[in-house]
């Protein structure tokens, strides 16, 4: 089983829609995740990090289940910039190393 | 927030021949860097860390002799891909851990690299 597994997509979804994505980990000890942002050709940008209470950041909401080893984000009114390969990033701990989900592909449609 | 360059953004060069990736960080001391690839349509794959002033420690599968890391300073390291052929082709990207905040990293804008 791969240490972070994500939703396999592409998400093909009209303007304005509301998109959701999911994440899973095996590591039961991991402290913090993110939400990275890819572009074509470009390098990762952080969008969020996840907090066990839940954040929220303009249309962008994420959630982490550390119980069932879940996160996920949620884009609403969804807008032409937000396509992009989205990376559910697991950090093992002070100091370890990130460890990157597959990605999931979204394309917002016009 | 923190910056971090790389260089050069690409390269193009015939097979067997060596090539130097720079990164740096520019506001900030990193004790720790991490040199990722990625190929077409597939995610960051970690290939090794560096940290200052000590041997990088290689993931499992890349070869060291062959991916040479550098990491002298607290704002440089280089990665040299040694005798490259055409399957090193890919997107290499640095990342880097300011000393200050352990959980984390900023990522270079990459590097990308096509062996003829």
């Known amino acids: 089983r791969k240490e972070v597994e994500q939703d396999p997509g592409p998400f093909n979804v009209p303007e304005g829609a509301t998109v959701a994505f999911n994440c899973t980990y095996s590591?039961?000890?991991?402290?913090?995740f993110f939400w990275y942002r890819q572009d074509c050709r470009k390098e990762p940008k952080l969008l969020m990090s996840v907090y066990s209470s839940g954040n929220e950041d303009g249309r962008f909401t994420a959630q982490l289940n550390r119980a069932s080893q879940y996160i996920s984000l949620l884009i609403r009114d969804s807008k032409l910039s937000d396509s992009a390969t989205y990376l559910c990033?697991?950090?093992?701990?002070?100091?370890?190393?990130?460890?990157f989900g597959p990605g999931t592909r979204l394309s917002v449609l016009p | 927030g923190a910056v971090v360059s790389q260089h050069p953004s690409w390269v193009i060069c015939k097979s067997g021949t060596s090539v130097k990736i720079e990164c740096r960080s520019l506001?900030?001391?990193?004790?720790?860097m991490f040199w990722y690839r990625q190929f077409p349509k597939q995610s960051l794959m970690l290939m090794a860390t560096?940290?200052?002033?000590?041997?990088?420690?290689?993931e499992q599968g890349v070869e060291k002799d062959k991916f040479l890391i550098n990491h002298a300073s607290l704002t440089l390291s280089t990665l040299t891909v040694t005798s490259a052929h055409p399957e090193d082709s890919s997107f290499y990207i640095c990342s880097a851990r300011d000393w200050a905040d352990q959980e984390t990293q900023y990522f270079g804008p990459g590097t990308r690299l096509l062996v003829l």
């Open positions: 590591n039961s000890a991991s402290q913090s």
């Open positions: 506001d900030f001391q990193a004790t720790t």
């Open positions: 990033v697991v950090n093992g701990g002070y100091g370890q190393n990130f460890v």
């Open positions: 560096s940290n200052e002033g000590s041997k990088a420690t290689y």
